[in-house]
């Protein structure tokens, strides 16, 4: 049952690729990227696009699974900080001794 599940996905993705196929296709001009001092073969610029997009989208699922990290162990201190602020703590009794007034004026 759980192969069926992945099916749509896998036909999603399946789309996906095909339409990124189309679109290098359409955008077959060709292009050279400089950067510092690399300086590319010619690439079709459709390829550069969806290459770029990929980059974007690694850079940004690593980042959000830093932060959704930093969420995670900032939610476990807090749990470590609530359950040890709700439990009853085992202080000795500890008596504190008043003055008596009565003993202070009767002498």
């Known amino acids: 049952m759980k192969g069926l599940k992945i099916i749509p996905l896998f036909l999603l993705l399946t789309l996906f690729a095909y339409l990124g196929v189309l679109f290098v296709e359409a955008n077959r001009d060709e292009v050279v990227i400089n950067f510092a001092n690399y300086q590319s073969p010619r690439t079709a610029l459709g390829l550069v696009v969806l290459t770029s997009i990929l980059i974007g989208m690694i850079i940004s699922g690593f980042t ?37 007034p009565m003993s202070a004026s009767s002498g």
């Open 64 to 100: 959000c699974s830093i932060e959704m990290l930093a969420l995670y162990v900032q939610n476990k201190k807090l749990k470590h900080k609530l359950s040890s602020a709700t439990q009853p703590k085992a202080h000795p009794q500890t008596r504190i001794e008043s003055p008596n």
